[in-house]
């Protein structure tokens, strides 16, 4: 069901009427299949199984509802190609690049047919546009057929040389581009899946010295995009965030030299730079940067999200506390943020917990915020199943902040209660990896309860963890300050003060 609702929503969301894409009704009625279309574009179905029970009375493998949702997705992918790519929402090179596409498929099938005087006078007109948008792969394969017939089919010296050299340009642009891109993927996925990545040397700064001699050569969007994603990415590995934000300018100039390049590669290097604004702790530098980003966004997009996101983080790690509350109260208000996802909006509900615990021990002034409902603990857990589950990523801040609620609204057995589980927790998943800071943290915490949450008797307790952290600050792990979402060292002042005796 998930391909067909994918299917339904690219269709739905391009506004093609149902009746253009399904065929007209049959016999004065509206046929079963684009029935099925509109109850999965209205919601009614979300399941195979209930799809099938309503037509069929039958179970998803009966054979009468398989044949009847393969043709609902022939259908839909047909329509694919009557999308009009004139309507707002499409930006020059997603024109191109779909216009590109479409008419690449009829020339094959038209050399397949034997109207290659057809064929190749529509792939000249296409080859015009492919390299103006640099769309390499088309521009090798156009090339190539344009070889193949002015030596075979209609015999020219002249063309077949032209043709065969911008073929070997083409070649290697593609190649290079295939390269990049394929580093940068293994640089994502190192970070992503592969467990032993914490524990060795990024290999950012090799893969981008790699090909930082070829960008004289080839200065391709899909090329310099990457290769400046991996030299932001190495920066930022060696902790040199202000290299590495002039390297996001760098990139953000050179695409900018390229006519065409769509807003979201902007976007891409715009965010780079405000993550090492957040890390430099850069408040009037950050806000800059969101500005310029809000400018290429449209409000609602998902970009647009993430921007506020980013700029969420950046005010809670800057002191501005109230600025952070009335980021997250547009964004959990606006109409499109049901549409994000729930992994997404569980992330906001992991914000929201934190700007409740800084309005329940002062640093949030109420008269900022609307009136907040009392922080239930258990209500909150259960609305983040997502992330309670992620044992080494965004559960940390949610088993933190559990912790302080806690200890801030002085339910001193309740802590006690949870010590056991919390060392079990720190001894089986953090380690001295990228989570190093969140572990020597976490132990500070557990020195509150055996220090019988007396203020003064903590300090000496406290003091070797907090020598750890600063030997290993925030800005030594790039992706530190996703999960920190208020610096440690800081959250540790306020824990302190909210056990009954501030320091000073």
């Given at each position: 069901?998930?391909?067909?609702q ?15 894409l ?13 029935s ?9 179905f ?7 029970q309503?037509?069929?009375s039958?179970a ?8 009847l ?6 259908r839909?992918?047909n ?28 020339v ?8 290659s005087?057809?064929?190749v006078d529509?792939?000249?007109k296409?080859?015009k546009?492919?390299q103006?948008?640099?769309f ?9 057929i344009?070889r193949?017939?002015?030596?075979t ?15 070997g ?15 940068y ?6 970070h992503?899946?592969?467990?032993n ?23 391709s ?19 040199n ?15 900018k ?28 530098a ?14 609602g997009?998902y970009?647009?999200?993430?921007n506020r996101e980013?700029c ?8 501005n ?9 547009y ?7 049901t549409?994000?996802?729930k992994?997404?909006?569980?992330k906001?509900?992991?914000?929201e917990?934190?700007l ?10 109420s ?7 009392k ?7 259960n609305?983040v199943?997502?992330f309670?589950?992620d ?18 609204q ?7 209660s ?5 060392e079990?927790?720190?001894s089986?998943?953090?380690?001295q ?8 943290f976490?132990?500070?915490?557990l020195?509150?309860p ?28 790039p ?19 909210s056990?009954?005796?501030r320091?000073?």
């Open positions: 069901m998930e391909i067909i994918d299917l339904v929503d690219l269709v739905s969301r391009n506004k093609l009427k149902s009746i253009e399904l065929g007209q009704a049959e016999q004065g009625r509206v046929s079963m299949v684009n099925l279309y509109v109850k999965i574009a209205s919601r009614e979300s399941t195979d199984e209930e799809a099938a309503y037509y069929f039958a998803p493998s009966d054979h009468a509802y398989r044949k949702k393969n043709q609902l997705k022939n839909l992918v329509a694919i190609f009557f999308i009009d790519v004139k309507q707002a929402g499409y930006s020059d090179w997603d024109r191109a690049y779909i216009s590109c596409c479409k008419e690449w498929a009829a094959k099938i038209l050399l397949n047919r034997g109207a005087k057809v064929a529509l792939a000249l296409i080859f546009r492919a103006y948008y640099q390499s792969e088309l521009l090798v394969n156009i090339s190539k344009l193949l017939y002015y030596s089919r209609q015999p020219d010296a002249r063309k077949l040389k032209y043709y065969d050299e911008l073929h340009q083409y070649v290697q642009l593609w190649q290079s581009e295939n390269l990049a891109e394929d580093l993927i293994r640089l994502v996925y190192s992503l899946f592969d467990q990545a914490s524990t060795e040397a990024s290999p950012a700064r090799a893969y981008y010295e790699q090909l930082a001699p070829l960008q004289e050569q080839h200065r969007y899909h090329f310099l995009r990457h290769v400046y994603l991996l030299k932001v990415a190495a920066l930022m590995g060696e902790v965030y202000e290299e590495a934000a002039q390297a996001c300018d760098e990139a953000l100039a050179a695409l030299a390229i006519e065409f390049v769509p807003k979201a590669a902007f976007l891409t290097f715009l965010y780079q730079k405000l993550v090492c604004f957040i890390q430099l702790k850069d408040y009037p950050g806000r800059e940067v969101v500005e310029k980003a809000l400018d290429l966004e449209k409000e997009a970009n647009w999200f993430k980013l969420l983080i950046l005010a809670l790690h800057t002191h506390y109230t600025e952070a509350y009335q980021v997250w109260q964004a959990t208000n606006h109409p499109l943020f549409a994000l996802g992994r997404a909006m569980e906001w509900k992991i914000y917990a934190w409740e615990y800084l309005l329940f021990i002062g640093k949030l002034n008269n900022a915020t609307e009136t907040s409902r922080f239930r603990l258990n209500k909150f857990l609305e199943p997502i309670s589950k044992k080494r990523g965004m559960n940390i801040p949610i088993l933190i902040i559990q912790i302080l609620f806690l200890i801030a002085k339910r001193h057995d309740a802590v006690i949870r010590m056991e589980a919390i079990r927790y720190c089986r998943y953090l380690k990896d990228e989570n190093y800071r969140c572990n020597v976490i132990r500070l915490l020195q509150i055996k220090a019988h949450f007396h203020p003064q008797t903590v300090l000496p307790r406290a003091e070797r963890y907090l020598k750890l952290l600063e030997q290993y600050p925030l800005q030594m792990n992706q530190g300050y996703e999960v920190e979402v208020i610096p440690f060292e800081e959250l540790w002042g306020m824990v302190w003060g056990l009954g005796k320091r000073g």
